[in-house]
């Protein structure tokens, strides 16, 4: 137990590193790119967690999310150790990216073949890189434009990475993301307002959201919610008392930013 509070202790440390990393990111993102993901093994698979949290949650199209693990999906759920250190597989995945892309690298020791060469490639594209590893000086940190070290030192069961290393990793990833969905307009004060409502329990979420940020009625709310078609953003701007077309122009005029377009 005490091991995992020290993990998040190592998170702590490097809070200005991941926030400097996220205004880079969202900076690239707010031009059109496409965030990627990528590790092996447990550190792979806590990168795609993250992931595909950031639809449902954030709204963040899935068009521009991509996930690179080693092994592919079959990885996600059964071991394919091999695939870590297949460096010609990481190279071939970077050339899906380019210049406007953002890649989130991640790796406890910071020395996975596959992974470091992904992210080594992907910088020469042009992309830029983030690395999370928990060794210092570790290639991966040397290969990225924003390193974070992760001290969490030695593991209670040694080489089981799923423990603290994980649990720091997990964390910084929570971090990046949401302060990046955040700089990016996908969150109106503390509320998720580029969430999916894709089922009912979503649906009466996403009422009230409209409720608190228009300022409005519960009933009200949900008629907006209505004609926006499950549009949180420009279901707020309709409860404010615009129509449709026009709600709809500033939030293009806003880049989609919700705060934007009430102002």
Known sequence: MERQFLALAAVKEVLPAIEKAAIAASRRLAGGGR????????SGRL??????????TFGWPEARLLLFLAGGEAAMTRAVEAAEDDRAAGEAAARKLGEEDVLVAVSASGRTPYTVALARAARKRGAL??????????P???????????DTG???IAGSTRLAAGTAQKATLNL???LVMTRLGRVYDNLMVGMRPTNEKLEQRAIKIVAEAAGVPLKAAQAALKA?????PLAVLIARGHDKKSALQRLRDA?????GALE
């Open 255 to 259: 880049q989609g930013r919700l705060r």
């Open 176 to 178: 990046f993301s949401t």
């Open 228 to 232: 926006a078609e499950n549009d949180i």
């Open 47 to 56: 990168a795609v967690l993250d992931a595909v949290e950031l639809p449902p």
């Open 35 to 42: 965030l990627a993901y990528a590790g092996a093994g447990t």
């Open 154 to 156: 030695p593991e209670v």
């Open 129 to 138: 890189t983030l690395g999370i590893a928990n060794n210092a000086e570790s």
């Open 140 to 150: 991966l940190l040397e290969a990225v434009d924003y390193p974070l070290f992760l």
